[in-house]
């Protein structure tokens, strides 16, 4: 793909950003500390959230840019993370193309009906997903009100003065098929995986189709001003690794395609000019045995779950490639003791690699203490320095 230079009022090519603490370990390259988010952090461990959200529902509030870019501020005013997550939600882009989807409670993302074979299948891809363009004001101008905040919020994420990132994100084909596929959440995602086999050519339809349009998703975020790209593949660890490379890694890799041709101008610490790429991380849950494939589909930085530590990720990916991770969200919940012994841990092990951003190895519990999670930022940015 021929590349697109971002504008230069973009964060990166500004030179706000792009050597915060969080893209500087997406490239693999040390900062003054160690740089810390967490996944979920906008959301109801936050007081704040939670009288914001009365009366209006999870898509709603993903679709009202004011909502939208206040509740990603949040959690970057309260803890002093190193980065804003876009509120949004990976169903956003299908609803934003007409998809019944909606977003229950407790549950998830629920459709009108599922896509389980070649018909629904031939019915949902017959809707262009180019016409994600025309939808998606609302996150473009979510993103331009969160980024233009972000320049004031320094403390946090930038070194040297700059703004604090935002990172745009997206659903991973299959983790979305395993939604559209069942009609809603599923715990072994049987109906896609067995889509896969049953029908291989109604499958890469499904999956050709959702690349796409979460690929537009994710590229309309950085465009607007994201900083950096995370690909959400929840639930291919339902995955053996021989399907995964198979029947989806093609089709991350074509979704993360609308975002690899992204490129910023800056300049070396020498002062040569240069241009540079918008860093891509890719995470999913249980995912131990597909760290590497993972990798391969060509991304930056490797989000490791709580269930490989973070040095044996390293062997798995490779000793040059920044990790992100990876303490057990139930620690949020146990004496500060135990949860510092682990934080430690989770810093020790992440050494290993070129640059560690420290994370969760999955999202932040509902009921989580919030005053726990700015504890953990401070520690961090404290040890790992
Ligand atoms: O702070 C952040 O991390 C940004 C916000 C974010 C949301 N969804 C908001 C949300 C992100 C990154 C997502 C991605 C997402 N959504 C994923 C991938 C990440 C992951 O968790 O593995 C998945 C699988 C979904 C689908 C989804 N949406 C689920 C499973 C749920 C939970 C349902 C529930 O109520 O337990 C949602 C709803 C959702 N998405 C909420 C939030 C804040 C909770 C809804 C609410 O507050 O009413």
Redesign the pocket.
């Known amino acids: 793909m021929s590349r697109v230079i971002l504008s230069p009022q973009h964060p990166l090519s500004a030179g706000l950003t792009g050597d915060s603490r969080l893209i500087r370990a997406y490239r693999g390259e040390p900062s003054d500390t160690t740089p810390v988010w967490f ?6 461990s936050l007081p704040e ?1 939670r009288e914001l ?1 009365v009366g209006t529902r ?1 898509l709603d509030a993903c679709l009202d840019p004011a909502l939208a870019s206040e509740i990603t501020l949040q ?1 970057v005013r309260r803890h002093h993370v190193d980065a804003g ?7 956003v882009p299908l609803k934003l193309v007409g998809v019944d989807v909606e ?7 629920v459709f009108g009906r599922g896509y389980a074979d070649a018909a629904a299948v031939a019915e949902l891809t017959s809707v262009d997903p180019a016409r994600l363009e025309e939808a998606s004001a609302p996150i473009t101008e979510a993103v331009r009100r969160t980024i233009a905040e972000l320049g004031e919020t320094p403390e946090s994420g930038a070194t040297g003065g700059g703004a604090t990132p935002l990172i745009g ?1 997206a ?1 991973a084909p299959f ?1 979305l098929a395993a939604y559209l596929a069942e009609g809603g ?1 599923s715990k072994d995602h049987l109906a896609a995986r067995t889509l896969m086999h049953a029908d291989p050519g109604a499958w890469r339809a499904l999956m050709d189709w959702t690349a796409e349009l979460t690929g537009r998703f994710l590229r309309t975020q950085v465009l607007a001003g994201a900083s950096a790209a995370q690909l ?1 593949d ?2 291919a660890g339902a995955l053996s690794l021989a399907d995964y490379e198979a029947h989806v890694a093609p089709a991350s890799a074509k979704a993360l395609s609308f975002v690899h041709d992204l490129e910023y101008e800056t300049t070396d610490a020498a002062g040569a000019a240069l241009t540079r790429s918008v860093p891509v991380v890719h995470f999913g ?1 249980g995912t131990g045995e597909l760290l590497g494939a993972m990798h391969g589909i060509g991304v930056d930085t490797v989000g490791v779950d709580y269930r490989v530590p973070l040095d044996v990720a390293a062997q798995r990916v490779g000793a040059d490639v920044p990790l992100q991770g990876n303490l057990d969200p139930a620690l949020l919940a146990a004496p500060w003791p135990v949860l510092e012994a682990a934080v430690r841990d989770v810093l020790a092990r992440g050494a290993v690699a070129p640059a560690h951003v420290f994370n969760l190895g ?2 932040v519990p ?1 009921e989580t203490d919030p005053t726990v999670l700015t504890r953990v930022v401070e520690l961090v940015h404290e040890a790992g320095a």
């Open positions: 996944m979920r952090q906008a959301g109801r959230y959200r999870m959690p997550i876009f509120f949004s939600d990976i169903v977003i229950q409670p407790g549950r998830g993302p994100f659903g983790t959440p959400f929840s639930w849950v999955h999202g509902p």
